[in-house]
Each structure stands twice: as C-alpha cells, then as structure tokens.
C-alpha cells in the first residue's frame, strides 16, 4: 500500500500535493530576495507575491530593511511602495543610494492600532501598491487572517514587522522569519514555512554603499530625522 500511494503521489501535477518532509514548490512566481542562500529554503524560490510574511525582530534598525531593498530596488516603478506606522522615518539617502524610487514610496503615519489595521487593509485594496511593509506590535489572530485574505486576493505581498515575542502566536502567514544582527551579519531563522524546519539560521551579509556613514546605515534605513527634511528628499508622507 505504501508503495502504491507513493506511485499516485509521483503521478500527480507538480505542486498540487505537499509533503510536510519536503520543500513545497510553488506553481507561482516568486520574488527573487536577493540572496542566493536565502532563495534556496523558500518555497518557490523567494518572496511569495501574495500572502502575509511576518518579520520578527526584538527591536528595529538590525537589517531588517536591508534583507528588503533588493526586492523594493526590482519593484514596478509605477506603482506604490507603502510603508505603515515604521517606528521611525525612513532614510531617504540610503534608500535612493539602494535604487529605491522615492517618488513612489508612500508613507502613511497612523496613530491608533484600528487605523494601522485598517491603513493596511485598504493599501492592499487599493489596487496601487507594489508591496505594502507595516509595522504592527500586536494583532490577533483574527485580524492577521483578514490581512492575509486580503494579501491574496491583492497579490500584493504584505510584510509585517513585529516583535520576537509574536512567535508564540499561531498564526496565518506562509512565512515567519526570525531576525537577529549576529558579528555583523544578519541571523534569519526560518520559523514557518511550507516545508521541513531548518536546522540553523541562515548568515546574511547585507550589502554596504560606498559614500553612506554607517549611522545611520543602509541596512537600517529607519532614522530620526527632521520631518520637513524627510518629505523634501523625496518621501511622500500621510498622517492619519
């Protein structure tokens, strides 16, 4: 029997069946991260194009917008790069040195957990948006269901960037990575996947430009700048 249903798995179409012990294939485009390494334990090969990713990190400017520029650098230009509550402005010199238009990334600034929620849901409805990144400290598990409803049905990827501590929360997304700055690198433990669980946490050495001093660093990118100076280099931003 055993080896009867392991013949009528092999006869089926490439990714319709996934076996928990294997690395799933995806039928759709993925996103290329950038980084060789980390492609090979994705399914699919990168970044999903439709779903929720969660980022969790114990505290922001680590590198975690450093694993992301290669992917806002490829974006379409006509559309809108969203970012959502960050903890702080980003840096728009390291962003522009990265290749990431500033004329299509859009800031938006709310103040309440219902409106982030919210701001979220209608940038993934919108139509208009490449990507969307938020920053969310906490959210059940309900709320983070309808997130990834509406990833899907946007097939816009939505990165969430919470805390370490939401780990312990079930929840929906397809991908749960795990941050941490390790001897200059950045850690990434793949806590969720569609496929077996890694054994140690990947290194990433993530890209420096010349001409930047490193505070504040490229691979940070979120500082705290004057406002007025932000929005005139380029940044398009909405308080809610």
Same mark, same amino acid.
């Given at each position: 029997?055993?080896?009867?249903?392991?013949?009528?798995?092999?006869?089926?179409?490439?990714?319709?069946?996934?076996?928990?012990?294997?690395?799933?294939?995806?039928?759709?485009?993925?996103?290329?991260?950038?980084?060789?390494?980390?492609?090979?334990?994705?399914?699919?090969?990168?970044?999903?194009?439709?779903?929720?990713?969660?980022?969790?990190?114990?505290?922001?400017?680590?590198?975690?917008?450093?694993?992301?520029?290669?992917?806002?650098?490829?974006?379409?230009?006509?559309?809108?790069?969203?970012?959502?509550?960050?903890?702080?402005?980003?840096?728009?010199?390291? =962003? $522009?040195? *990265?290749?990431?238009?500033?004329? &299509?990334? #859009?800031? !938006?600034?709310? @103040?309440?957990? +219902?409106?982030? %929620?919210?701001?979220?849901?209608?940038?993934?409805?919108?139509?208009?948006?490449?990507?969307?990144?938020?920053? =969310? $400290?906490? *959210?059940?598990?309900?709320?983070? &269901?309808? #997130?990834? !409803?509406?990833? @899907?049905?946007? +097939?816009?990827? %939505?990165?969430?960037?919470?805390?370490?501590?939401?780990?312990?929360?079930?929840?929906?997304?397809?991908?749960? =990575?795990?941050? *941490?700055?390790?001897?200059?690198?950045?850690?990434?433990?793949?806590l969720k996947r569609r496929g077996p669980g890694l054994a140690a946490p990947l290194r990433l050495s993530l890209p420096q430009r010349p001409g930047l001093r490193r505070l504040p660093a490229l691979n940070d990118a979120?500082?705290?700048?004057?406002?007025?100076?932000?929005?005139?280099?380029?940044?398009?931003?909405?308080?809610?």
């Open positions: 029997m055993a080896a009867l249903a392991q013949t009528t798995l092999a006869a089926l179409p490439p990714g319709l069946v996934w076996q928990a012990d294997r690395l799933a294939q995806s039928t759709e485009t993925s996103i290329a991260t950038g980084f060789a390494a980390l492609d090979a334990q994705l399914p699919g090969g990168g970044w999903p194009r439709n779903a929720l990713i969660e980022l969790l990190s114990d505290r922001p400017g680590i590198g975690e917008l450093g694993l992301l520029l290669p992917v806002l650098h490829a974006l379409p230009a006509e559309r809108w790069i969203v970012w959502i509550a960050p903890p702080h402005l980003p840096y728009a010199p390291a =962003l $522009a040195a *990265a290749g990431v238009p500033l004329e &299509r990334l #859009l800031l !938006l600034q709310p @103040e309440e957990h +219902a409106e982030i %929620l919210w701001s979220v849901r209608q940038a993934l409805a919108s139509g208009g948006s490449s990507i969307v990144l938020a920053w =969310l $400290a906490r *959210a059940d598990t309900a709320a983070l &269901r309808r #997130l990834q !409803l509406a990833a @899907e049905s946007s +097939a816009t990827p %939505l990165f969430l960037f919470r805390p370490t501590s939401a780990a312990r929360q079930p929840s929906p997304a397809v991908l749960r =990575l795990r941050l *941490a700055a390790r001897d200059g690198e950045l850690a990434v433990d793949i979120l500082v705290r700048p004057d406002p007025v100076r932000s929005a005139a280099a380029g940044v398009h931003a909405r308080r809610g």
